[in-house]
């Protein structure tokens, strides 16, 4: 548009002239009402997922630009992006779909939403928890064949939560809301976290801290993956990893399928190495491995964990707050870019 940066800004600031806020996936019909009103938002009605070349096209077109997990905002779409685009306010938490040193390269800051999902991904993550090892969805799915013929005494045997020790990988918002659950349960609390929680939090929780992984994973009956993916986490749970854990335990995963090796794991249910999986992400999201597909003792969720109505206009609201609060000159509350990590 041949508009430069500044001047943009100082308009923006005036009122006179509307940011372009590109959202790249339907959000909740309340939030792109007031998008509307609040700023030039380019809606994605038909609510498709974007391939490269359109993400191109909205990063030539965008002052903002608000994607999802289903958008690949790689250093090639960035490297296209008008020197406009000061902002990606994403909607979600996790942010490894966006290539955030080409991000910080452009000078452009990033923000999530995170805390609304929270109380939303532990539920999920306690559903799962449960499920996997009392056999739920094989149980659900008896009873819709027409093949039960009733109760019997060694009918759908799964095995007890109550007294079970559960190992959380990553022990940030969701991962303490996890162990807040699982408490309820019985479960004992064990976690792995790049840093050892506040001695307050690991009190109230009764929580274990393990400096060692793998020495966590050798010794746990259910393991919960909570903790971001990043360069430094992708196949956290790789081969080597996974062959530690007990043939009798599960694993349960609503965080990132990359954290995972997912084919590994795969073979590992098959050869029942181990007891059985929950899981809510893949590692090549919508693909699943097909044999996975086939397993009896994996749960299987369509990335689920945090969809709740609530949960999504909260995202929403947060968006807007980080969009508006950039526009205005300050610094967005959640702000990830520029950052303490990078
Ligand atoms: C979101 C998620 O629905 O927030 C996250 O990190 O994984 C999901 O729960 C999704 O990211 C929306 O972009």
């Known amino acids: 548009s041949g508009i430069k940066k500044g001047a943009n800004k100082k308009q923006w600031e005036t009122g006179s002239m509307k940011p372009v806020v590109l959202v790249t996936r339907k959000l ?24 490269q070349s359109e993400l191109i096209e909205a990063v030539k077109t965008a002052d903002i630009l608000v994607p999802t997990v289903t958008d690949r905002i790689d250093s090639r779409v960035l490297s296209q992006a008008r020197p406009e685009l000061r902002l990606i306010a994403n909607f979600g938490t996790g942010v490894d779909h966006i290539d955030l040193a080409s991000a910080r390269e452009r000078g452009i800051t990033v923000t999530n939403t995170p805390g609304v999902l929270t109380e939303d991904t532990a539920d999920m993550t306690m559903a799962l928890i449960l499920a996997v090892p009392r056999r739920l969805a094989e149980g659900e799915h008896l009873m819709r064949s027409g093949d039960w013929h009733g109760w019997s005494p060694t009918g759908m045997l799964g095995h007890r939560i109550f007294g079970k020790r559960l190992g959380i990988v990553g022990m940030g918002r969701i991962g303490q809301a996890v162990a807040r659950r699982a408490r309820g349960f019985g479960l004992s609390v064990h976690y792995h976290n790049r840093n050892r929680v506040h001695e307050e939090i690991e009190n109230e929780l009764e929580a274990t801290y393990w400096e060692s992984l793998d020495q966590m994973l050798a010794r746990m009956d259910i393991i919960s993956v909570n903790c971001p993916h990043t360069p430094a986490t992708y196949h956290l749970l790789s081969a080597r990893r996974l062959k530690l854990i007990q043939p009798n335990s599960y694993i349960v995963n609503t965080a990132r399928g990359e954290i995972i090796d997912e084919n590994a794991l795969t073979r590992m249910l098959r050869g029942k190495e181990l007891a059985g999986a929950g899981l809510d992400v893949f590692e090549h999201e919508p ?50 870019l520029p950052g303490e990590y990078i």
Do not use: W, Y
């Open 287 to 336: 693909a699943v491995n097909p044999k996975l597909m086939e397993l009896d003792n994996a749960v299987l969720l369509p990335h689920m964990a945090s969809a709740t109505i609530e949960g999504r206009a909260e995202m929403g609201e947060k968006v807007i707050i980080n969009i508006k609060t950039f526009v205005d000159g300050h610094v967005p509350p959640d702000r990830v």
């Open 28 to 51: 909740p019909d309340a939030i792109e009402t007031r998008m509307m009103e609040l700023f030039d938002a380019r809606l994605n009605h038909d609510d498709h997922p974007m391939d």
